[in-house]
C-alpha cells in the first residue's frame, strides 16, 4: 500500500515539527490511540485500536525516526503486532516547508500487512489507512489552528 499527501498547516514550520513528536499531541491526534510513549529522542511506542472492516484489533508499535534533519524532513519507520488480526509495518518520508505563514507538510508512505488483515483484501486495507490518515490530520489541523490562535 502506497500513500501520499500534502497538508497546509497554519503554524510555523518549527512548531509543527515539535508537535509531531510530541506524545501528547500524537494521542489526541491518532485515531483509536489509547498511549503514546516516548522511548528516546528517537523511538516511539503506542497503543492503537484499530478497525479494518470486520477486524477489530489492538495493535502495539514501535516508532523510529531516523534521517532526521529537523525542522525539515525525516524517515519514519513502524511496526505494530494487532496478535490474531495480524501485523503491519511501513514508513513515511516526512517534508515540512514554509510558505507563507504556513507550514507545508508533505509525505510519502508505504505499508505492508499480514495474518487476517491481509486476507480482507487490499482495497479495504488501503481505504482504512487513507481515512486514518486524512482523521489524523483533521484532528492535527484543527490543534494547531487552535494553538496558533491562542499565542502558544
Known sequence: MDMSGEQRIPAPQQAVWDSLFDPEVLKLCIP???SVEK???TQFTAKVVVAVGPVKAKFAGEVALEE?????????????SGGI?????????VELSTEGNETILKYTANASVGGKLAQIGARLVDST????????????????????????
Not at 489524523?136 to 490562535?149: C, D, P, S
Open 32 to 34: 483509536g490511540c489509547e
Open 129 to 152: 489507512a487513507k481515512k486514518l490518515a486524512d482523521e489524523f490530520f483533521k484532528r492535527f489541523v484543527k490543534l494547531m489552528t487552535e494553538r496558533a490562535a491562542a499565542g502558544a
Open 39 to 41: 522511548v528516546s529522542d
Open 68 to 80: 532526521l534533519n529537523a525542522p525539515n524532513n525525516c524517515t519514519i519507520n513502524g511496526k505494530g
Open 85 to 93: 488480526a495480524g501485523f503491519g509495518k511501513g514508513n513515511a518520508k
